[in-house]
């Protein structure tokens, strides 16, 4: 194999163990993630990036065969969740830093794959790249907008529990 196939190689197998170590991440965020949209959002995440582990593996036996890199990769669209909040404050927070470490892994992912299309040699390659690097910016702006969400949904019930904590407490005092 000559240096270029190697380093492509290399990049493939990279990029795929980035990808795995992103599903698993997503996974076990998923399992601790209780405010229902980020539990979804986390599981979306987590079959995105298998699918992207899963593409990369097929792509890279296709250049190891000789065959054309394909660069067009398409994930199923992001639907909302229709299920209700219905957590506390507390966890809510807690989620929020899940969330946000999240985000932080995605904005990694964007840079890795900014910096693997500069530095792939051939076309298909760079042109994979470009496309995953697309994708991981769409997880972002994903995350990004579920982290809004939560600490809107955290405003309003900081809003509301003073007076529900006080009209309980006149309640009990009949």
């Known amino acids: 194999m000559f240096s270029a196939e190697k380093e492509m190689v290399s990049s493939f197998e990279d990029a795929e163990a980035l990808e795995n170590s992103m599903a698993r991440l997503y996974g076990e965020y998923s399992r601790r993630i209780s405010y ?3 539990k979804y959002v986390m599981r979306f995440l987590m ?3 298998k699918g992207h582990l899963n593409f990369l593996k097929v792509q890279e036996s296709n250049f ?3 065959r ?3 660069s067009k990769l398409s994930e199923r669209p992001f ?3 229709g299920k209700a909040f219905n957590d506390t404050i507390n966890t809510l927070e807690g989620d ?3 969330l946000e470490s999240a985000e932080a892994l995605e904005k990694a992912d964007v840079q890795y794959y900014r910096l693997a299309v500069k530095k792939a040699r051939a076309k298909d390659a ?3 790249f ?4 697309s994708l991981e910016f769409a997880h972002l702006s994903l995350i990004s907008k579920t982290i809004k969400s939560a600490r809107e949904e955290g405003m309003a019930i900081t809003s509301v529990q003073p007076k529900v904590l006080f009209s309980s407490m006149v309640r009990a005092k009949r």
């Open 47 to 49: 079959d995105a990036e």
């Open 64 to 66: 190891l065969q000789g």
């Open 36 to 38: 229902p949209k980020g």
């Open 96 to 98: 929020i830093t899940l």
């Open 79 to 81: 639907r909302e969740s």
């Open 68 to 70: 054309k890199i394909l």
């Open 130 to 133: 470009e496309t995953l690097k």
């Open 126 to 128: 760079k042109a994979l």
